[in-house]
């Protein structure tokens, strides 16, 4: 009775701001298809590997050497350390000239994958692919810098958490669910002559990479690593060896053992066998088990051991 004298005045009052729901739904969905295609047509631009963002690596020297600090000590920085090691300088060239396929690990930020090879996560994206120029100059390179592996905050800091650069020239990064994850989108399946996996196994199967590798500079030692510094009384861990490497005896991978030339003729595990030219490749996968007979049978043959 009151009541429902009532409704149509509170009716009344709701009118008005029911009207500005609508409108302002309305602008709000107009507002996002003019976004949407926006996003699209900027997506179908064709995506030019040569406007990538660079490197993080170089703007950090130029900033790090404006600060002056010349004293020449150990490294000690991510950055000092990674200058020190393998990948602040990666650029290759294969023998035909080109190095486009070469840099999807030697120069990933001016890698293009094809669009047969685009990740799976980036079907959705609407983009043309500009094929890169075969050639890479090195004055254009970046090895594998910094954002290879880590996000860059827009303020040019280097953020600690790790991650995959999956399509640099959109700046798609990808989740790794682990450091060895990581390392191995390089360290293995290059497929191309002289090069190996990394095949982590045997006693070693459940570390990571970095338990022995420093992070930038990618040095590893097993005599210095605090595992190994004093070794069990063994055959071989003797005088005798010194010039043996560790895992050309501990190897469980059954890789050739021989004399290392660049290392001043230490015996270490080549890897290529039949298919190709033997090459040095340390072998990861190891057991406590040795076989004299590996080396003195076979390559020594002059020793009865
Ligand atoms: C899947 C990744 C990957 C691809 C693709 C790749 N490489 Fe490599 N390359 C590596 C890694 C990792 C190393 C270091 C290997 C090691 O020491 O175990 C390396 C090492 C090398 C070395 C020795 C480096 C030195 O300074 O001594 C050369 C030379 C080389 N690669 C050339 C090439 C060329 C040429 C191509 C293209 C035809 C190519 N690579 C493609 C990953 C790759
Ligand atoms: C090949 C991959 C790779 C590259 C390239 C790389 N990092 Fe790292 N970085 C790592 C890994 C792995 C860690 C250790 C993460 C962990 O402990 O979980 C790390 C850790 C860090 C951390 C946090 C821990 C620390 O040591 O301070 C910083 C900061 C960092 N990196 C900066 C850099 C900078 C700056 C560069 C370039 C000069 C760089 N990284 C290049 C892989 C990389
Ligand atoms: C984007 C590709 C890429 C990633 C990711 C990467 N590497 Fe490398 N790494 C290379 C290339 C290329 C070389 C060869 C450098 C050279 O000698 O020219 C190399 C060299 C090395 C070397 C020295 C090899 C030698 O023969 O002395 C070590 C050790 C190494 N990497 C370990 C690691 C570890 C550990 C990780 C993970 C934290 C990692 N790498 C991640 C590409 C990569
Ligand atoms: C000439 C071959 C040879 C070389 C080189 C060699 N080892 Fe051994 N190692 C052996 C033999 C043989 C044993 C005993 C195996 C057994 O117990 O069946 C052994 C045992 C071990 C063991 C298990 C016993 C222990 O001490 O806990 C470890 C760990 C080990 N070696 C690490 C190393 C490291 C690290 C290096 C390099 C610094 C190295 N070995 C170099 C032959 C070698
Ligand atoms: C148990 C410790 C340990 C672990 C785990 C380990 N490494 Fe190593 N790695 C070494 C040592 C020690 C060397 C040899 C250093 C030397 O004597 O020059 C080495 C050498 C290498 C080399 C140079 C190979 C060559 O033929 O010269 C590469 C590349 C490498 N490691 C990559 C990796 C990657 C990638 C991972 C993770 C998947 C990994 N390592 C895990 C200890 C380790
Ligand atoms: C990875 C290869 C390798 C393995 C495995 C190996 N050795 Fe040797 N061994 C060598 C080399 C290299 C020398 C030095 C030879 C030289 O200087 O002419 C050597 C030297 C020796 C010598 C000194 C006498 C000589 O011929 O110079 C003895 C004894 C010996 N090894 C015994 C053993 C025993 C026992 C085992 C098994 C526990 C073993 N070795 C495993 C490579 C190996």
Known sequence: MNQTERQPTAAARLGPIRDAVIAIVLIALGVAIVVL???????????????????????????????????????????DK?????????????????????NRCHDPINYVPSMADMPASCTVCKFEVKPPPPLIEQANAHSVDCKVCHRVDRSGTVLADVMWLEVAAIEQYADVSSVN?????????????????????GAHADLTCIDCHDAHMMTASCGASGCHETLAEAPGH??????????????????????????????????????EEPFPHLSHMLAREVDCARCHVEALPETDG
């Not at 010194?242 to 004399?259: E, F, L, Q, R, S």
Request: with cysteine; aromatic share 4%; net charge negative.
């Open 82 to 102: 990674w200058l020190a090691g393998p990948h602040a300088d990666t650029y290759v060239v294969a023998e035909d000239g080109t190095n486009s396929t070469c």
């Open 238 to 275: 003797d005088a005798d060896h010194a010039n043996v490497h560790c895992v050309a005896c501990h190897d469980a991978g059954g890789m050739d053992v021989g004399p290392d030339e660049s290392r001043g003729g230490q015996w270490v595990t080549f890897a290529g066998g039949d298919a």
């Open 181 to 201: 994850q990581l390392c191995q989108y390089c360290h293995t399946g290059a497929g191309v002559v002289g090069h190996a996996d990394i095949q982590l196994g």
């Open 37 to 79: 295609y926006q996003i699209e047509a900027a997506n179908t631009e064709p995506v030019s590997i040569s406007q990538n963002t660079g490197g993080a690596a170089s703007q950090l020297v130029r900033g790090a050497s404006e600060q002056a600090d010349t004293e020449a000590t150990v490294p000690d920085t991510p950055l």
